[in-house]
């Protein structure tokens, strides 16, 4: 069935919309397939011109309905008789959770239309179902470096030996001392403590004679020994002994989602006195998440920046928070991933080819009732820890917030193919290139663009290790909130920061010059072979 | 006995100076009477020039010292004996825990230089000392509203009934609608209920027939209540029947004080977990502090603008959480206190003037471990809702963080003259504009007044509503974190958009100019009838 055809009313009159700190608006409001519009009435606003809402349906999260009886009136009365024609009056109200967590709430008159109009919005959007099926076998891409010692066949052997078949691949090459970090997902040790010849060749092939190397596991070593019950495991000392394994357990899955709904649910609750709000706000543990990621993403950094070492990062399946702390260790390290150019390419090479989960992990955000298991905001708490880079070094991200803001908001609910599916196989299969525009093409029209540029931004050759302590880290006010207070201030002041610099590009400069590293960024170097092991 | 003569040790060579986030610097450590200083030794620091530390020895809080035995060392050998002069080695460490927070530590080689070093630091400072004695009589500045109707005699027995004859004062006229707002200390109501009809008409002669005026005690009704019992109380409904009062209870002296002094240890603990960071920061209950500061100061604004009543604040004594809520209303609520000149003016009439005991309160700051009874860092707490303010209007006010950083530095150990004394009376007495310079007369040279500019200031007429949610507050980081962490790339965004203002200014604008109101300020209306009404 279409969704189309589930649309028992598509047009009602004289709805009221009312949002958190703006004046409700009265119009008519219209469903489509994708979208639930609402124009205001013209005129019928003082002082206020035509006002449009336009609302992907795939942007609802929950809905809640409510009608109340506002009695009896009358319609006609016949001179021949006493009696009287009453009909039911009653005013519908609906309100729209959204995933990008704004609230939005519909005042309809009739009960009918009411009930009509959130079963539209609630019905669910099976836009990616049937995907998953017959998927072609994974392509294996392995790094230059590697495939000089080791062939087709050991890789074929290794991979069988990681789940998902994600044996090591290249992540990040850091050009300054030729070190590399590859990502991978757990070894399928299991009950026996299985080893793979292959995969011992491959991790020791990438260390030069004598080098160490560290694995960073995004689990506890409790964790990661538990998981040989169910076939997985962690790399024993004894069959990698230039490897050093260090564990640093990080949340995913079920606790990570209900941490994001904890931290929302407190964010939303106004009427909080200020103890309640800390208190709240510490039992989220979202923050901790935060320092979690970023000092884990220190951590690969530092093996790679000071120690010199390779370092090799998973947890379990090497989709979550093995890519959360890869990306994050560029971004870190590597002035070319924090330009507005080199962060699109960090995503599509760090998360969407590496396959993250998003169709699954992004499927509701924090208001919806039914809860999938697959949920989890990992995307979201990147997101959140460059926010924090950026705040931390306000000169060195080309980007600004705005563009985190909208990516958070894409990968929920989107009009654009750049997020959807679960794997790089995936959208082959439903071939999502050919079917769907790309998210960049739109941000990168010159007029997007200048929106999301960072008007302090000076190219910063240097690594920009962030404060991880927990007084350094704060709560991301522009996203958690976004909808509950207005940050129009705040968005001005950067408007017109931006609109000096724009104006003054090509002023003269008076006095001292910026302080921080000035020197232009080096020719790009490849970061050409990076893996997608996806197996669905 | 002058302070110089407690010098023991004037000069050592060879100490270690270290500071968070710095690297150490050696050198020579001098004491004069009123600095301790160390300068570097030329060429001895590689890639470093010389650094000189100026620390105004009233700044120090707290001295720690612990004495460590290096061993024996051996300085001559005769050839004939085979007896050994021994000397016993020490490295001595003082802690220097300055009351804005910093902390320096001193490797002083030398058991008895690192004692006297660490004694002549310790020495308190007396410099204020006798000023309470012999006092004049309070000086008494009526309204002109009220000095129409009330004549000097009223006034005077008015006085008698108010606490340390604080009768109400004008503190700010709002010449939007001609409210106004006045200041006093408590009733002197007793245990008796006693009444004093001059003080009735004193506060009738306010309203205009019919008006309504509200009074906010910045205590609960029951310590107003139970103020009664020591001869204070609060004004009754039946003597004072156009007054409406409202009790929005503030916290101050010791409570503060120890709000205070948890908020910094946990500042300093960079060892806690995010869990245990929160919740140090909940309990040191320092943001509630500012929540409801800034609450009580939008209630009184509310009451003047949106309810055009009059006004009139008062706790116990009237120079602590009242001047608080003055002070702060007016920032609030009047775009001429926002800017810095207008800053400077309303600190000078609301805090010095209405006579804040600042030598009383800001004695000691949060690491002194002797504790005197009177501190409490109102002052600071102000200073605190004031960057909150700034933080959520960022175009609003035409100075920085920096000017506050600087004065809240000044409120607990200056050169100049300003906060000196608890009272206007005191600082006529010791003659302190004669005999010191002004902090103002300094700020206010062109060379430092640039560094104390928003370069994002535009005019805004309107009034300033913050929100006082508790997700809106956060901690000023600037001033709580500001010797644990480095601030220097925030500084240096801040410069660079100054540098941009400075090199626009007379560039065309572009496009669309700044959204905020544009009006010019109105010609400065007269804010001169304010009172001062101290009896020390």
Chains 1, 2 share one sequence.
């Not at 099976?126 to 495939?147: D, K, S």
């Amino acid at each position: 069935m279409e969704f189309a055809e589930l649309i028992k009313t598509a047009k009602v009159e004289n709805v009221q919309l009312s949002c958190p700190g703006l004046p409700p608006i009265k119009g008519t409001l219209c469903i489509t397939s994708h979208h639930l519009l609402l124009s205001s009435q013209p005129g019928g606003q003082e002082e206020q011109g035509t006002v449009e809402l336009w609302l992907l349906i795939r942007n609802v999260d929950a809905v809640e309905k409510s009608v109340q009886n506002l009695g009896w009136y009358q319609t006609s009365r016949t001179n021949s008789s006493h009696q009287e024609t009453r009909i039911a009056s009653s005013l519908g109200t609906i309100t729209l959770k959204c995933k990008d967590l704004k609230v939005l709430q519909l005042e309809i008159p009739g009960m009918e239309e009411c009930l009509n109009i959130a079963s539209s919005t609630e019905t669910p959007k099976h836009e990616a179902q049937g995907w998953m099926a017959a998927l072609p076998p994974p392509t294996l891409l392995p790094t230059n470096r590697l495939r000089a010692t080791v062939d087709d066949n050991v890789l074929k052997k290794a991979a069988r030996f990681r789940q998902g078949g994600r044996f090591p691949v290249l992540s990040y090459y850091h050009k300054k001392n030729g070190t590399v970090m590859l990502r991978s997902s757990q070894p399928l040790i299991g009950p026996n403590r299985k080893r793979c010849q292959e995969d011992e060749l491959l991790l020791s092939a990438v260390l030069d004679g004598g080098e160490r190397g560290f694995i960073i596991d995004t689990r506890s070593a409790q964790a990661a020994k538990q998981a040989r019950v169910m076939g997985g495991g962690t790399e024993p000392k004894s069959s990698y002994p230039h490897w050093k394994r260090l564990h640093r357990p990080l949340e995913r899955g079920r606790p990570l989602q209900e941490s994001f709904i904890k931290l929302v649910e407190a964010c939303n609750d106004t009427s909080l006195s200020m103890d309640r709000w800390l208190s709240k706000l510490e039992s989220s543990k979202w923050l901790a998440h935060v320092k979690g990621a970023l000092s884990t993403a220190c951590l690969a950094a530092q093996c790679m920046e000071r120690e010199e070492a390779c370092v090799l990062v998973h947890g379990a399946e090497g989709t979550d928070t093995t890519l959360l702390v890869t990306a994050l260790a560029q971004v870190i390290l590597d002035p070319d991933c924090r330009t507005l150019t080199g962060f699109q390419g960090l995503l599509e090479r760090e998360w969407i080819e590496a396959g993250h989960p998003f169709h699954f992990r992004c499927a509701h955000s924090a208001y919806s009732h039914t809860r999938l298991k697959q949920e989890a905001p990992i995307f979201l708490l990147f997101l959140d820890c460059v926010w924090q880079l950026g705040r931390q070094f306000p000169f060195s991200l080309q980007f600004n917030e705005r563009l985190l803001l909208v990516l958070f908001e894409h990968t929920y609910a989107s009009c654009y193919g750049t997020f959807l599916c679960n794997s790089e196989k995936e959208r082959c299969l439903c071939e999502v290139k050919e079917k769907t525009h790309s998210l960049w093409s739109w941000l990168n029209q010159p007029s997007e663009l200048k929106k999301l540029l960072n008007p302090l931004y000076t190219y910063n050759a240097l690594v920009i290790w962030p404060s991880v302590e927990p007084q350094s880290l704060q709560l991301w006010q522009g996203l958690f909130l976004r909808w509950i207070r207005s940050s129009q201030y705040l968005d001005e002041a950067w408007a017109e920061i931006q609109r000096l610099v724009t104006n003054c590009e090509d002023a003269p400069e008076e006095g001292a010059g910026r302080t921080l590293c000035h020197s232009q960024p080096d020719a790009a170097y490849p970061l050409t072979i990076t893996g997608t092991a996806n197996k669905g």
